[in-house]
């Protein structure tokens, strides 16, 4: 059963099998071409997913832009991870740890989203008299939630951003050829 394969693999994450694998630093030069437009294009897309979230967080803390922020910072995390041996280690600690810092400036406002929907839903089941006990404390945590969700959205407190720091980091990887030029040379080494 799938549910009970996640269940056990599910403490493996990415990093902590790159942590555990030997691997040698490799110059970025010398990788397959392929290998390294596959590296480059995945961090692209990752940091910009992840930059993508991070200012549609700031516009509106909504619970699923919340949930996606911090999924897209979690793939950029592992990403970085993977990619380790190839990239220049002090602007890939700092875009690791901006990774790091994204999810915990947003996770109090995620972690009180969460309680207001099990407190609702509490607050389904239980019958009408002891309903009464439990409201007040449904109320204390959406007001909380919204004061944080204020708070995430209010230009001294913002969630910080990551793109300066993969400009950084991208811009140290020498270039690879265009997507189109790599389709075109592809075309010709099949004929």
């Known amino acids: 059963r ?9 403490p493996f994450r990415m ?11 490799a110059a970025y030069e010398g990788l397959d071409p392929n290998m390294r437009t596959f590296a480059r294009d995945l961090l692209e897309a990752y940091s910009e997913e992840v930059i993508l979230q991070v200012d549609r967080v700031r516009r509106r803390a909504g619970r699923d832009s919340l949930h996606d ?14 990619f380790e041996p190839l990239l220049r280690s002090g602007a890939r600690q700092k875009a690791y740890r901006r990774t790091k810092k994204i999810r915990r400036s947003v996770e ?4 009180a989203d969460i309680m207001v929907n099990l407190a609702a839903d509490l607050l389904n089941k239980l019958p009408d ?3 009464e006990d439990v409201q007040p404390f449904l109320l204390r945590l959406q007001n909380k939630a919204a004061k944080l969700r204020r708070r995430t959205t209010e230009r001294g407190q913002r969630v910080p951003g990551i793109r300066k720091k993969m400009e950084r980091l991208l811009g140290a ?3 690879v050829e265009p997507p189109y030029l790599r389709k075109i040379g592809a075309s010709f080494g099949a004929a």
């Open 108 to 111: 109090e406002l995620r972690d």
């Open 2 to 10: 799938i549910g009970v394969m996640s269940q056990i693999l599910y």
């Open 129 to 131: 008299p002891e309903k």
């Open 173 to 175: 990887l020498p270039p």
């Open 69 to 82: 922020l911090r999924v897209a910072s979690r793939r950029l995390q592992e990403a970085l991870a993977l």
């Open 15 to 25: 990093r902590n099998l790159v942590k555990a694998m030997p691997v040698e630093r």
